[in-house]
C-alpha cells in the first residue's frame, strides 16, 4: 500500500451453507483491483466467528475469541472505508454481520461505508436501508450508491460469474467514486482531530 491509497476493506457478511456471498464478493473485488487508488483487504465472516454473548467490562475471553477478536480489529483499524456485500434474509441482514458490528465501536467511527447486496426481488436493498441506520449509531457514514442484485440467483452462473455485468460495474464505480472522495476527506479529518463523541 501507497500514502497515496485508501484501504479498502470488503466485508463478506453471509455465513450460510450453499451462500452467493463469496461470488459477489469476488465480482466486487475484481471492480476494486480495476482502481489503483485503492489497497484492498477481504474479509469473510465465516472465518471470524464470535461469539453472540458479548463479555461484560473486565470479563476475559476465550483464546479463541481473543485471536479472532484482534484479527478482524486490526483490519478494522487500518481500514480507510468499507464494503459491506450482504444479502438479504427475512427482509433484513445477517446475524453475523451484526454481531461484527456490534463487536467494536471506534474501529467504525469516522469511516465511510458501501453496500453490495443481493437477494430475491429488491436485491437485498432493505437490508441496506436497516444497515444505514445500524451503522450510523457506530458514527460511520454511509454513501449514497450502492449496488444491488436482484434476484440474484439467476445473475451468477455456475462458476460464480456475472452474466449481464455492464449495469453492476456503472454502480460499482459511481459506489467507489463516493468512497474513494469520503475516504480521502475523512481520512484527513481524523489525521487533523479527534472525532467528538
Do not use: C
Not at 465465516?46 to 483464546?63: Q, T
Not at 437485498?124 to 440474484?152: K, S, Y
Amino acid at each position: 500500500m501507497t500514502d497515496d491509497q485508501l484501504s479498502l476493506a470488503i466485508i463478506t457478511a453471509s455465513v450460510r451453507d450453499g451462500r452467493l456471498g463469496p461470488a459477489v464478493a469476488d465480482w466486487f473485488l475484481s471492480q476494486v483491483k480495476e482502481r489503483p487508488e485503492f489497497a484492498v483487504q477481504s474479509v469473510d465472516l465465516i472465518d471470524h466467528p464470535l461469539p453472540l454473548v458479548l463479555p461484560g467490562p473486565g470479563k476475559d475471553v476465550s483464546l479463541e475469541t481473543a485471536r479472532t477478536r484482534e484479527a478482524l480489529r486490526s483490519v478494522l483499524v487500518a481500514a480507510d472505508a468499507f464494503v459491506v456485500v450482504t444479502p438479504e434474509y427475512n427482509h433484513s441482514f445477517p446475524a453475523a454481520l451484526k454481531n461484527t458490528v456490534d463487536w467494536f465501536y471506534e474501529e467504525w467511527t469516522a469511516k465511510p461505508v458501501g453496500f453490495v447486496s443481493y437477494g430475491g426481488l429488491s436485491g437485498g436493498i432493505r437490508a441496506v436501508e436497516q444497515l444505514r441506520q445500524v451503522f450510523a449509531e457506530v458514527h460511520t457514514l454511509t454513501v449514497r450508491e450502492n449496488v444491488a442484485f436482484p434476484l440474484a440467483g439467476n445473475r451468477f452462473d455456475e462458476a460464480g460469474r456475472l452474466i449481464d455485468p455492464e449495469p453492476s460495474v456503472l454502480s460499482a464505480g459511481l459506489l467507489l467514486d463516493q468512497l474513494h472522495w469520503w475516504g480521502d476527506a475523512l481520512r484527513a479529518a481524523r489525521a487533523e482531530r479527534a472525532y467528538p463523541r
